[in-house]
């Protein structure tokens, strides 16, 4: 992990997102700390990251998700050779019916 980001800011900001209870909460709190564009954009990587994970192809993640090849070079780059954030979080959530 980047030394970089490892401050007191962003451990002020985790410790907050911790706290929060529940999914409205979490429109409630993302909503004033993101803009739209913002939030939007960090939930694009997640859906490119499942659709990485479960084979799509670049060209059918595109399509479905508007990412640009570039953005899901990216995360496929973080999926191979990040700290592994993204496949501890899918291990921890519930399988779904809507696998894309």
């Known amino acids: 992990m980047s030394k970089k980001i490892r401050t007191e800011a962003v451990d002020f900001l985790f410790d907050a997102i911790l706290l929060l209870e529940n999914k409205e909460e979490c429109y409630k709190f993302f909503e004033d700390i993101c803009t739209i564009n913002e939030l939007l954009s960090l939930s694009q990587r997640f859906e490119v990251a499942k659709m990485l994970r479960n084979q799509n192809t670049y060209l059918e993640i595109a399509e479905k998700?508007?990412?640009?090849?570039?953005?899901?070079?990216r995360v496929n780059r973080s999926l191979n050779y990040g700290n592994d954030g993204y496949d501890m979080i899918f291990e921890r959530m519930p399988k779904t019916t809507d696998e894309a």
């Not at 998700?65 to 070079?73: E, K, Q, R, V």
């Open 65 to 73: 998700t508007g990412a640009s090849t570039a953005t899901i070079s």
